[in-house]
């Protein structure tokens, strides 16, 4: 597929990207080198092959969740590098 200048200004204009002037041409030749990538999936078989909903067979290993030990507050509040009374204090992050 040719891509001209006013077809990669439209992509640019879906996609909000500023396109330099200057690097347009390179642009346009790697966008046809996808899509000349792209079309070369068309010539393979697909007669009989699934579509895939993700990429990953794995299932997930769950397990029941169970009560166990918690770290009370003071223990917590021991190893602290900094603290209150009873609040971890951590570096201002909003003017």
Known sequence: MKIDHQTLQKIAHLARLEIDPSKADG??????????????????????????TNMSFEINAFRADEVGEHLDHQRALQSAPKKNEDYFRVPKVIE
Do not use: Q, R, S
């Not at 999936?41 to 579509?51: A, N």
């Open 27 to 52: 642009y346009i030749k790697d966008l046809e080198e996808v899509l000349t990538w792209v079309a070369k999936l068309d010539e393979l078989d697909t007669e009989g092959v699934e579509p895939l």
